[in-house]
């Protein structure tokens, strides 16, 4: 039985304020991780809770998801309807694999005002980011999420290079990570948003067109136009960052693996907190979505042949 949203009572001195969480979509890995993170499996070095104010009170997905869950956090409240909590909780993690159920899911908690945190990629069209942002401003909600690449340590150590490095001397850029063209859950749009944020989080959100080839269902080679220079980009190959300078380049591998997978899932759930607690949003609603608007002009590049300009969409 659910308790009463936003409880509030006094631990070491200090006022804690609740938030019932609910998580939509349990087929996705990352709902497990942030399982994890909310039911308390992950600990941090004082072997605490990272988020004691964030109680996770209702999951929804299938039932191989809901029993990853149930498996590693000991946690049973699975629901029969992602709409099950609308107005029961006070912030909702919306992690379905598929990006079409990313509004669908959200829509109704959306009209409640809480704060909601969506995976990559956002939206799988412009037109659902579009109402998506109209929602989000209608009902003043605050939000974050998308990819976790930018939040990983050297993804910030490569912008950090990159805003420090003497601008005559750099030449371009180039971004890899994998992809995922043939799947259930929107082919191209599945995996894609994680280059183009790991990309937009060093370079900026200024891109401003792109070319590119589909190879055999298996890669997209793309090149990204910037003011003043280019970012190539190869989907289907390992996370990194590689910086061009006229006498040097500076690579940035990033590693995914279980300790530093857990680690993103810890600072996106952080990232949520951060924002539930102060009451704002970390970054502009066009930064939010921009990545829809970049991957559609890319899926639109590879299936014409053509240079694509990509929206400058303002929401």
Not at 236 to 251: L, M, P, Q, R, W
Request: charge should be negative; aromatic fraction near 12%; proline fraction near 3%.
């Amino acid at each position: 039985m659910l308790r009463t949203p936003c409880l509030r009572f006094i631990r070491k001195e200090r006022l804690f304020i609740m938030k019932k969480i609910a998580i939509l979509g349990s087929e996705n890995t990352h709902a497990t991780g942030f399982a994890r993170v909310l039911c308390g499996v992950l600990k941090n070095d004082k072997g605490e809770k990272y988020f004691p104010e964030l109680e996770l009170c209702g999951v929804y997905g299938d039932k191989e998801g809901n029993d990853r869950i149930k498996n590693t956090c000991g946690f049973d409240a699975f629901l029969e309807d992602y709409n099950e909590l609308c107005g029961k909780v006070d912030g909702v993690m919306v992690t379905a694999r598929h990006g079409d159920n990313h509004l669908k899911y959200v829509r109704s908690y959306l009209e409640t005002g809480i704060p909601v945190w969506i995976d990559k990629p956002i939206c799988a069209s412009v037109n659902d980011a579009r109402e998506l942002c109209s929602l989000l401003k209608k009902y003043n909600n605050l939000y974050c999420g998308g990819s976790l690449l930018g939040l990983t340590d050297e993804a910030k150590q490569a912008k950090e290079y990159y805003s420090a490095l003497d601008k005559k001397h750099f030449r371009g850029a180039m971004v890899t990570a994998p992809v995922n063209l043939v799947n259930p859950y929107g082919d191209w749009w599945f995996y894609s948003q994680h280059l183009v944020s790991l990309m937009m989080s060093v370079f900026g959100f200024g891109v401003k067109s792109v070319t590119a080839v589909r190879n055999n269902d298996v890669t997209v080679s793309a090149i990204f136009r910037y003011d003043g220079f280019d970012v190539s980009a190869l989907f289907g190959a390992d996370y990194s960052v590689t910086i061009f300078e006229d006498n040097k380049t500076h690579c940035v591998p990033i590693n995914l693996d279980t300790a530093n997978f857990e680690k993103a899932m810890i600072a996106e759930v952080g990232e949520y907190d951060e924002v539930i607690r102060q009451g704002r949003v970390l970054q502009p609603l066009d930064e939010f979505v921009k990545p829809v608007f970049v991957l559609d002009a890319v899926k639109r590049a590879f299936e014409t042949g053509r240079e694509v300009e990509i929206e400058d969409f303002k929401a």
